[in-house]
């Protein structure tokens, strides 16, 4: 069974580029999260979606935004880049909302510069 | 507010020995509780989860951890390590409500001396 898959998982971007990153949820995992990692704040919670919607939502402004397509597939875009936005981002997929057991990717390290 | 305490930075112990990384909790609901580790250029990989029940649970790699209610504690323990167990550890709470957003420590890194 494969795992969670992010992509890309290296990229650079400069100040004000905006970005997309990509997760494909374990086959049958409907409820995808995403996290964003740094080395200052730790691991802090993005977003959820489940059933395309976004189920709930962390404490970071507008610019950080996701959405989830029928088959669970997720994506996440960061506009306007900030030199801040350098980070480590992970995406876990549970069966459902409320199941808890995340199952990590590998991540996305972006870089702004 | 509701945060997760690892008191712990950075943690070395001799391989074979037995480790202890603590972990701290303030959450107003009833907590879902769980220890991920994860490795250099890695995802965070479970190691063990409680839910309810017995409140001494066994996770993958010979880990496991206790909660403590009264304590508002849930350590990792492992009685002998190997060198493969280097890597960052973090402790976790959620609940049944929030789904896949869970607060995490901030992370112990264990070193292992041979």
């Known amino acids: 069974k494969a795992g969670v898959t992010q992509t890309p998982r290296y990229l650079i971007k400069t100040r004000g580029q905006q970005v997309t990153l990509s997760c494909s949820p374990i086959?049958?995992?409907?409820?995808v999260s995403w996290y964003q990692q740094t080395p200052g704040q730790g691991l802090q919670f993005l977003f959820e979606?489940?059933?395309?919607?976004?189920?709930n939502k962390g404490n970071f402004p507008g610019r950080f935004s996701g959405r989830q397509f029928s088959n669970s597939r997720s994506e996440m875009n960061v506009s306007t880049l900030e030199l801040g936005d350098s980070a480590l981002y992970l995406c876990?997929?549970?069966?459902?909302?409320?199941?808890?057991?995340?199952?990590f990717g590998a991540g996305s390290r972006l870089t702004v510069l | 507010a509701q945060s997760v305490t690892q008191p712990d930075i950075h943690i070395t112990v001799s391989e074979g020995a037995s480790l202890e990384l603590r972990c701290n909790y303030s959450?107003?609901?009833?907590?879902?509780l769980f220890w991920y580790v994860q490795s250099p250029g890695q995802g965070l990989q479970l190691l063990l989860k409680?839910?309810?029940?017995?409140?001494l649970v066994q996770g993958i790699k010979g880990f496991e951890a206790e909660f403590k209610r009264s304590q508002s504690s849930f350590n990792l323990r492992k009685p002998s390590v190997h060198w493969s167990d280097a890597a960052e550890y973090f402790c976790?709470?959620?609940?049944?409500?929030?789904?896949?957003?869970?607060?995490f420590g901030q992370g112990t890194e264990l070193s292992v001396k041979p």
């Open positions: 876990a997929s549970s069966l459902a909302p409320g199941a808890n057991v995340l199952t």
């Open positions: 086959s049958g995992h409907r409820s």
């Open positions: 979606y489940f059933s395309e919607t976004q189920r």
């Open positions: 959450y107003g609901a009833t907590p879902y």
């Open positions: 409680y839910f309810s029940g017995d409140t």
């Open positions: 976790a709470v959620g609940d049944n409500n929030q789904g896949g957003k869970l607060i």
